[in-house]
């Protein structure tokens, strides 16, 4: 199984020295628990943000700088690049997370990606989810969510789209990590895209629809 992680990173001009050093404490926690490849898509950087791989000389990156792109696109290039790619799973990132630091549990929960197209974690939804070549390959980007203008989480419509579309089963192993904000994956998520009422992240109808639509169940 040729398995590669796939982090779409933005560093914003008046959050880039705080957004640069929790990416580069992720990339030492992914160098040291999953010694993976990984796949960047670099949004708005410069020359100095290049010093985060400073010693992590043995592991394999692969950089595509951009300027702002938005989420969606930017999992379009990401898409894209590892579908060319010689990979057979794509991990995915944000360039914020933080994991823990526990070799046992990311084994065993790198161990449960097996024979579905698509697996994920409730909490995080597209962190810590785990695609298949082939599943990418059925899952395009024909509707274009800005999430700055109120119109859908990328996040949960993604997954959303791979559940209605592919052999998936959420993850077992919970991996605790947490973001910038302090969340911790320690528990089941009310954000579980199979609730039907999605409390926290569905109470507009309208915004439901648009989810629907891009997710092919409308």
Not at 3 to 20: A, H, M, V
């Amino acid at each position: 199984m040729n398995r590669c992680i796939g982090i779409i990173s933005y560093f914003p001009d008046n959050l880039r020295e705080d957004r640069r050093n929790r990416f580069r404490k992720l990339l030492v926690q992914l160098n040291t628990f999953f010694k993976l490849p990984i796949i960047i898509i670099a949004q708005n950087w410069i020359q100095e943000d290049l010093e985060i791989f400073r010693g992590l000389e043995n592991q394999t990156f692969t950089i595509y700088e951009y300027p702002k792109l938005g989420i969606t696109m930017a999992r379009g290039v990401l898409r894209k690049v590892f579908l060319e790619s010689d990979y057979d799973w794509l991990i995915m990132f944000d360039d914020d997370m933080e994991i823990i630091e526990d070799q046992n549990l990311v084994n065993k929960w790198l161990g449960e990606i097996k024979d579905k197209d698509f697996y994920w974690t409730q909490t995080f939804l597209t962190n810590f989810c785990a695609i298949s070549k082939k599943g990418f390959s059925k899952i395009d980007y024909d509707y274009e969510i800005d999430p700055s203008k109120g119109n859908g989480f990328e996040d949960w419509v993604f997954t959303q789209k791979c559940i209605a579309k592919l052999p998936c089963k959420p993850f077992e192993t919970y991996l605790p990590a947490r973001t910038r904000r302090g969340f911790l994956n320690d528990s089941k998520s009310t954000w579980d895209p199979l609730d039907p009422d999605l409390k926290r992240r569905n109470e507009d109808a309208s915004r439901r629809k648009i989810y629907d639509i891009w997710a092919g169940k409308a």
